[in-house]
């Protein structure tokens, strides 16, 4: 009885596993054959997560030789905008072409004594469509730039880098900023323009050419080939600029915007840009000659320009970049944007204010109001020039080993006029205007991936001196808690 009971339990037991099993295998069959049909819309392609992981490995070796140039220029420009190319080209290191509307197979190449980068001819457009009305239909071969430079074939290439004659570039902030990014995904890289009005009327979401773009190389090979096809479907539009970025926009990409990219549709002084530079690396300038050159005192924009590159070859990462610290003894404040210029304010000057532009410069084109705003984080000059700062320009770095010294003199002694004028704001007893300079102590900045992923400002200390006409700074990576405020 005991065991008859026994047994029936058992069965009941066995009955019971043997049912939900079926309705497990059930369940299963019929979810899985769910989950193909929702899949089946969806077509299979390899996960991408695999190189997000190797972000680190991948990106700490992109260096300079894994960057392919295509510099648009033409027989016009040419032969003075190479002095541009010059400043920041490296020969034994770079790779690339400047892509020319004339035959240079019989140019003497050596005559550029090997200081420039290879000339390429471009190839004929005459069959491309271009229909903008009183534009340059030289625009498609500045565009077929990206699929000719594809095709120059060279190997190991991680990104394709396209500026103008007039753009130049901080090569070593350039891979820096780029190592940031995984070469094997798609990216277009670059800035839209400081003009608002150019990006109303062209786009808030191109790369502008001038400011110079960087495509992943994954990403080029397949625009290169869908390259003649697409242009001829934008003919209505203006630019190159604007056909690359509409035929990346057909591949599904869109800009990935790095503040150290700039276009400059400005004119004047661009001095505030310059002095309130974004927490970012700069990575390139454009316009060079038609902006102002941007130390005063030297007149050409050349040279000017090689002078602010003698500061960058002691620290690139750190060209231009904004510390601000404060004089608690005669309550100073003091903007410093590293070897360019330092602004003394004989005043309290809050740190946003200062973190903000000043609209030192003037609008790219004249006529329409709307063309006076920019993009850009900005604050009036000053027009009481009695409560300007005192603006201390670069004259000399030297470094030893990883210090280095940056030394900035006082911009209007230089000057009679300008002495003369600041002779009636009234005097208080100790002003800035008396320095004769401002020595800045720095370590060599090193960036890291982490650093560019989440940038902090370094800070800055005023030192004790006993020179009333010497200032000395030093800046350094701020405390885990510290604060950039006036401590009153
Ligand atoms: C350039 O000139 C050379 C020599 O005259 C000629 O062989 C070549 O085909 C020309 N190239 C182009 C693109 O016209
Ligand atoms: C690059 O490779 C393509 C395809 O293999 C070839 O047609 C083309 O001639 C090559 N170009 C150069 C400059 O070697
Ligand atoms: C300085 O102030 C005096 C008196 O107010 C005035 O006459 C003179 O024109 C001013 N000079 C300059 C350079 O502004």
């Given at each position: 009885m005991h065991f008859l009971q026994e047994f029936t339990k058992s069965r009941s037991h066995k009955i019971v596993i043997l049912i939900s099993s079926i309705i497990l295998i059930i369940y299963l069959i019929v979810s899985f054959a769910l989950v193909s049909r929702f899949n089946s819309k969806l077509p299979h392609y390899s996960s991408s997560l695999h190189h997000i992981s190797h972000l680190e490995d991948i990106s700490s070796a992109t260096s300079l030789d894994h960057i392919v140039f295509g510099i648009a220029s033409n027989k016009v420009s040419w032969n003075s905008r190479k002095e541009f190319i010059r400043l920041w080209w490296k020969p034994k290191q770079m790779r690339g072409c400047v892509f020319l509307d004339y035959n240079t197979t019989l140019l003497d190449q050596d005559n550029q004594h090997d200081l420039l980068p290879p000339l390429c001819t471009s190839a004929d457009t005459t069959g491309f469509l271009y229909t903008y009305r009183g534009g340059l239909r030289s625009a498609i071969r500045v565009a077929r730039i990206v699929s000719e430079t594809v095709a120059l074939n060279?190997?190991?290439?991680?990104?394709?880098?396209?500026?103008?004659?007039?753009?130049?570039?901080?090569?070593e902030n350039l891979v820096k900023v780029l190592s940031k990014y995984d070469h094997e995904l798609w990216y277009y890289i670059g800035s839209n323009s400081e003009s608002f009005s150019q990006n109303t009327f062209?786009?808030?979401?191109?790369?502008y050419g001038g400011a110079g773009f960087a495509i992943s190389y994954p990403l080029a090979k397949v625009l290169a080939k869908t390259f003649d096809s697409c242009i001829d479907r934008y003919s209505y539009l203006y630019g190159s600029d604007g056909r690359i970025s509409s035929c990346l926009a057909?591949?599904?990409v869109s800009l990935t915007k790095e503040p150290g990219f700039h276009q400059v549709d400005m004119k004047g002084d661009m001095f505030g840009l310059l002095a309130a530079h974004p927490l970012a690396p700069l990575i390139s300038l454009h316009h060079l000659d038609i902006v102002n050159p941007i130390f005063p005192y030297i007149e050409s924009p050349v040279k000017a320009l090689e002078h602010l590159y003698e500061a960058a070859k002691h620290d690139p990462h750190r060209i231009i970049q904004q510390t601000v610290c404060y004089d608690m003894y005669f309550s100073w404040t003091v903007s410093i944007s590293w070897g360019y210029a330092v602004?003394?304010?004989?005043?309290?000057?809050?740190?946003?204010y200062l973190l903000r532009a000043q609209k030192t410069f003037k609008p790219f084109k004249r006529g329409k109001r709307m063309n006076n705003n920019f993009n850009i984080d900005m604050r009036e000059y000053e027009s009481d020039r009695c409560r300007r700062a005192v603006v201390?320009?670069?004259?000399?770095?030297?470094?030893?080993?990883?210090?280095?010294?940056?030394?900035?003199?006082n911009s209007i002694l230089r000057s009679r006029s300008k002495k003369l004028l600041h002779a009636n704001c009234s005097r208080i007893p100790a002003s800035p205007l008396d320095l004769e300079e401002i020595r800045v102590f720095s370590n060599k900045f090193e960036l890291n991936v982490k650093q560019l992923l989440a940038p902090r400002r370094q800070c800055c200390d005023v030192l004790p001196v006993t020179n009333s006409e010497v200032m000395e700074i030093s800046l350094r990576e701020c405390k885990v808690e510290e604060l950039i405020y006036m401590h009153l």
């Amino acid at each position: 009885m005991h065991f008859l009971q026994e047994f029936t339990k058992s069965r009941s037991h066995k009955i019971v596993i043997l049912i939900s099993s079926i309705i497990l295998i059930i369940y299963l069959i019929v979810s899985f054959a769910l989950v193909s049909r929702f899949n089946s819309k969806l077509p299979h392609y390899s996960s991408s997560l695999h190189h997000i992981s190797h972000l680190e490995d991948i990106s700490s070796a992109t260096s300079l030789d894994h960057i392919v140039f295509g510099i648009a220029s033409n027989k016009v420009s040419w032969n003075s905008r190479k002095e541009f190319i010059r400043l920041w080209w490296k020969p034994k290191q770079m790779r690339g072409c400047v892509f020319l509307d004339y035959n240079t197979t019989l140019l003497d190449q050596d005559n550029q004594h090997d200081l420039l980068p290879p000339l390429c001819t471009s190839a004929d457009t005459t069959g491309f469509l271009y229909t903008y009305r009183g534009g340059l239909r030289s625009a498609i071969r500045v565009a077929r730039i990206v699929s000719e430079t594809v095709a120059l074939n060279h190997t190991d290439v991680r990104w394709f880098v396209f500026a103008d004659d007039d753009t130049v570039f901080f090569p070593e902030n350039l891979v820096k900023v780029l190592s940031k990014y995984d070469h094997e995904l798609w990216y277009y890289i670059g800035s839209n323009s400081e003009s608002f009005s150019q990006n109303t009327f062209f786009s808030f979401d191109m790369a502008y050419g001038g400011a110079g773009f960087a495509i992943s190389y994954p990403l080029a090979k397949v625009l290169a080939k869908t390259f003649d096809s697409c242009i001829d479907r934008y003919s209505y539009l203006y630019g190159s600029d604007g056909r690359i970025s509409s035929c990346l926009a057909e591949l599904g990409v869109s800009l990935t915007k790095e503040p150290g990219f700039h276009q400059v549709d400005m004119k004047g002084d661009m001095f505030g840009l310059l002095a309130a530079h974004p927490l970012a690396p700069l990575i390139s300038l454009h316009h060079l000659d038609i902006v102002n050159p941007i130390f005063p005192y030297i007149e050409s924009p050349v040279k000017a320009l090689e002078h602010l590159y003698e500061a960058a070859k002691h620290d690139p990462h750190r060209i231009i970049q904004q510390t601000v610290c404060y004089d608690m003894y005669f309550s100073w404040t003091v903007s410093i944007s590293w070897g360019y210029a330092v602004q003394v304010y004989a005043r309290h000057v809050p740190l946003p204010y200062l973190l903000r532009a000043q609209k030192t410069f003037k609008p790219f084109k004249r006529g329409k109001r709307m063309n006076n705003n920019f993009n850009i984080d900005m604050r009036e000059y000053e027009s009481d020039r009695c409560r300007r700062a005192v603006v201390f320009y670069m004259d000399r770095v030297s470094s030893e080993k990883d210090e280095i010294q940056s030394v900035y003199r006082n911009s209007i002694l230089r000057s009679r006029s300008k002495k003369l004028l600041h002779a009636n704001c009234s005097r208080i007893p100790a002003s800035p205007l008396d320095l004769e300079e401002i020595r800045v102590f720095s370590n060599k900045f090193e960036l890291n991936v982490k650093q560019l992923l989440a940038p902090r400002r370094q800070c800055c200390d005023v030192l004790p001196v006993t020179n009333s006409e010497v200032m000395e700074i030093s800046l350094r990576e701020c405390k885990v808690e510290e604060l950039i405020y006036m401590h009153l």
